[in-house]
């Protein structure tokens, strides 16, 4: 599971109320990624992050900050949240793969959380 | 913008059976990825694609790429049940920072006895 931890699991929350999502990783990697998955739409990028302090914003990242205060821990926050970000959200780390003379970068994926905005 | 569609979204077919899942994508990349998703679960690496012919197998599964024509295929060999799942390909386009990866909406897998 390349030591990648998602808290809570599962949460339900009300319409306007602000909710953090954490992402914890044990393995000092530098990039990490928060996707939303939604039926018909695959997995889509909220933000990501290349560093302490270094984020950057994805596809859909309207409604959603982040920060990284440290390597290991990666923080969504939905600052009001919507009954339109009712998902799932997975955090996700970049590893470094090598093969031969190639060198590429995987993603892999924490267990995801699921989140209901009534 | 970088697009990635897969066809067919939904996949029934029966155990022994073989068939192909196709992911295009619309712009130059450097890599794509195969991923496996069963149900209520996380994500699980299953291929990675770096170059154009590139082909990788894997039990009853084969991925392979032709960059030119901006295409990935993932061939299914005599179907069990134990392949039934989602099968999500993600594309690195060339220009995109960060190891972003863009996603396909993902082939939902049913084998049937």
């Known amino acids: 599971d390349a030591g990648i931890t998602q808290s809570p699991r599962h949460k339900v929350t009300e319409t306007g109320t602000p909710v953090t999502l954490r992402c914890h990783q044990t393995?000092?990697?530098?990039?990490m990624y928060w996707y939303r998955q939604d039926p018909g739409h695959g997995l889509r990028l909220i933000h990501y992050?290349?560093?302490?302090?270094?984020?950057d914003k994805g596809e859909v990242s309207d409604g959603y900050s982040v920060s990284r205060s440290k390597t290991e821990d990666f923080l969504l926050t939905l600052e009001s949240a919507t009954s339109s970000q009712t998902s799932v959200y997975f955090c996700?780390?970049?590893?470094?793969?090598?093969?031969?003379?190639?060198?590429?970068?995987?993603?892999?994926f924490g267990a995801g959380t699921r989140l209901s905005v009534l | 913008e970088l697009k990635v569609e897969q066809n067919p979204l939904f996949l029934s077919m029966q155990e022994g059976k073989n068939y192909t899942i196709y992911c295009n994508y619309s712009?130059?990349?450097?890599?794509l990825y195969w991923y496996r998703q069963d149900p209520g679960k996380s994500l699980e690496s299953l291929f990675v694609?770096?170059?154009?012919?590139a082909v990788k197998q894997e039990g009853r599964l084969m991925a392979s790429l032709d960059t030119k024509a901006r295409l990935s295929t993932l061939h299914i060999t005599a179907a069990v049940h134990d392949l039934s799942a989602t099968y999500f390909c993600a594309v690195h386009g060339e220009e995109t920072s960060g190891s972003r990866l863009t996603f396909g909406e993902g082939t939902q897998l049913t084998v049937n006895p």
């Open positions: 694609l770096l170059s154009n012919g």
């Open positions: 996700a780390i970049s590893e470094l793969w090598t093969s031969g003379d190639q060198a590429k970068n995987i993603q892999y």
């Open positions: 712009t130059t990349s450097d890599r």
């Open positions: 992050s290349y560093g302490v302090k270094d984020t």
């Open positions: 393995e000092n990697h530098r990039y």
